[in-house]
C-alpha cells in the first residue's frame, strides 16, 4: 500500500533553498539490509545513486537480499514509481567507503536514493519529477540544504561514478534541490594542484589523486570533456577567492 510523504509538521530549511511540495505516493518494500545510524547521527546529505541492473525490480531484489549486504532508502524507478526500502530514520548500507566535507561514515549521515538507470543515456521524465517531489519534504525534514545533495561519485571519487554522466544536475539546480554552480570564469593560469586545493575547499576530501579529482568534478559539471585542465573546471564549484 502506497503513502504520501507528509506535508504537515515538518521543519522548514533555512538555507532559501525551494522544495517541491506536492505529494508522493510512496510504496513500501522493506530491506533488512539496515541498522541504527551510529553515535545519534542523522540524515545530513541526500546521496543519488544509479541502479546499473537491467530493471527496477531486479535493483529492489538485490537491495532487499541479506547475502549482497547493500541497500538504500528509495528507489525511483523510470516509470516515477517510488518504493521505499528503509525508513529514513535508520542507516541504510548505500554509500561506503568515501569522504564529503571531511565526513566519514556517510551512511549514517544520508538518505540514499537509487535512480532506476543503467547509466548508459538520460534519466526518464517520470523518474526525474518523482524525484524533485521525493526530494523536497525530505530536504525540509531534515533541514537538509540544496548543497548536501551530492551524488555517489562525489564521496566516493573513482571509486563510484553514479548517478553519472546523463545525470540532470543542472534541472535540480534550477528547483533549488542541487547546489547552484559558480558562474565566474577561472584562473588565468590553471593547474591541476590548484584546482585540487578548490576541490577539496568545495567538499571533495576524498583522499585522491589530482587526475581523479578532477575527473570526478567534470562528471558532474562536465560530463564527456576530457583533456588537461582547464580555468572552465573551476567555474562550477568555486569562487575567485579560492582560486590561490
Known sequence: MGMALPADGIRRRSD?????DRPVEIHQYHSPNCGARRNGLVPRFVVLHYTGMASAEAAIRRLCDPAHEVSAHYLICRTGRVTQLVGQGLRAWHAGAGEWLGLSDINSRSIGIELDNDGQGPFSAPLMASLETLLGPMMAA???PCENVIGHSDMAPGRKFDPGPWFDWARLE?????AQRGTDRGPQDPSLESFAKLAQNAGYTAQVDPETLLATVRLRYRPFKTGPVEPQDYTPIGHPSRWT
Not at 534550477?174 to 542541487?178: D, H, N, T
Open 16 to 20: 532559501g533553498c525551494r522544495a517541491a
Open 174 to 178: 534550477a528547483q533549488g534541490l542541487a
Open 142 to 144: 531534515w533541514n537538509i
